[in-house]
Antibody
């Protein structure tokens, strides 16, 4: 059974940092692109970033470029999102999702709240 | 970036109704269009990929059509479990933009 489990969310002050993790199981993690998608409270879905199978290509939405970094550790079957210089508008549930060409499996999400 | 516009933003329908949701892309995306269903407090679930391919395990009451810039998701006979928010997403280019969502409510 494919499982994606996010962790690392929480309350952080504006300008702070947080690192999200996504533990994958039930499939050959190293064979798949992976994505982060977020959803602000009461709002729609926003694709944030994705990473190629070998980590050689990474793509970001403009609003997080230069602040967020997506990475993966295939030996640990894990996906990460390092979030720096956080802003109030980054407050959202962050989902990891298997990728390319469609997000066919999603985690349950982890809530990030940016507030003073 | 490619903009995805869904219509309507919300609709009220009755059990048994046929429902159609439209998604328009700001430029041609061939058939690189996916549809997701999301229920409150849950992660999205893919229904349709590549505009018209039904994801494994998804009931055949869901269907998708279109290519280029205009796409539709149709639910042939709405059931209580179908009341949810539906999103389209283009996978033609990055960023992989979503539509704003269509909330399907009970009339």
């Amino acid at each position: 059974e494919v499982q994606l489990v996010e962790s690392g969310g929480g309350l952080v002050q504006p300008g702070g940092s947080l690192r999200l993790s996504c533990a994958a199981s039930g499939f050959t993690f190293s064979n798949y692109w992976m994505s982060w998608v977020r959803q602000a409270p009461g709002k729609g879905l926003e694709w944030v970033a994705n990473i190629k199978v070998d980590g050689s290509e990474k793509y970001y939405v403009d609003s997080v470029k230069g602040r967020f970094t997506i990475s993966r550790d295939d030996a640990k079957n894990s996906l990460y999102l390092q979030m720096n210089s956080l802003r109030a508008e980054d407050t959202a549930v962050y989902y990891c999702a298997r990728d390319e060409p469609v997000h066919d499996y999603w985690g349950q999400g982890t809530l990030v709240t940016v507030s003073s | 970036d490619i903009q995805m516009t869904q219509s309507p933003s919300s609709l009220s329908a009755s059990v048994g109704d046929r429902v159609t949701i439209t998604c328009r892309a700001s430029q041609s995306i061939d058939s690189y269009l996916n549809w997701y269903q999301q229920k409150p407090g849950k992660a999205p679930k893919v229904l349709i990929y590549a505009a018209s391919s039904l994801q494994s395990g998804v009931p055949s009451k869901f269907s998708g059509s279109g290519s280029g810039t205009d796409f539709t998701l149709t639910i042939s006979s709405l059931q209580p479990e179908d009341f949810a928010t539906y999103y389209c997403q283009q996978s033609y280019s990055r960023p992989r933009t979503f539509g704003q969502g269509t909330k399907v409510e009970i009339k």
